[in-house]
């Protein structure tokens, strides 16, 4: 699956640290959103998208794709690379 990021959020977890929220509008405009735990090996792959999707500047964009749904979620163990649209 593709998708764009429209919004990265960073929050506190009950395990200690910190997570991040990446929420995503799929290219069919479908709304949905992945958990990140930067302890997680999982990270190793995201953790160089959330930084480049902060820095982007207005009217700039980052796709992603090889995303899969596990339940409501992205799930985070997909393999995600940078997609252009």
């Known amino acids: 699956m593709k998708a764009k990021v429209t919004k990265v959020t ?5 395990m200690g640290g910190i997570f991040y929220y990446v929420f995503l509008k799929t290219a069919d405009g479908k709304s949905v959103k992945t958990c990140i735990f ?3 090996g999982n990270a190793r792959r995201w ?3 959330i930084e480049k999707a ?3 500047k207005d009217g700039e ?3 992603l794709d090889g995303l899969n749904m596990k339940g409501s979620l992205v799930d985070a163990d997909s ?3 940078v997609s252009h649209v």
């Open 10 to 14: 960073e929050q506190p977890s009950r």
């Open 47 to 49: 953790m160089p998208l």
């Open 61 to 63: 964009e980052l796709w």
């Open 79 to 81: 393999p995600v690379v």
């Open 38 to 40: 930067p302890k997680f």
């Open 54 to 56: 902060r820095k982007l």
